[in-house]
């Protein structure tokens, strides 16, 4: 957590604090949407759809 000298933001994170927890999320997001894409392209090779 933050020192008690830091500056905070609305969250209660620190600007240090608040890079890594968006970072980590976008990493997890990247991860899911590639998951995501990867199960519709072998969905779309077993069962075509849109002609």
């Not at 008690?4 to 240090?16: R, V």
């Not at 604090?17 to 949407?33: K, N, P």
Request: glycine fraction near 12%; include cysteine.
């Amino acid at each position: 957590m933050a020192g008690i000298g830091d500056k905070l933001n609305t969250s209660g994170l620190s600007d240090q604090e608040a890079r890594e927890l968006h970072g980590g999320f976008m990493q997890m997001t990247i991860l899911y949407v590639a998951i995501a894409v990867v199960a519709h392209v072998l969905c779309w090779m077993w069962r075509p759809w849109l002609g």
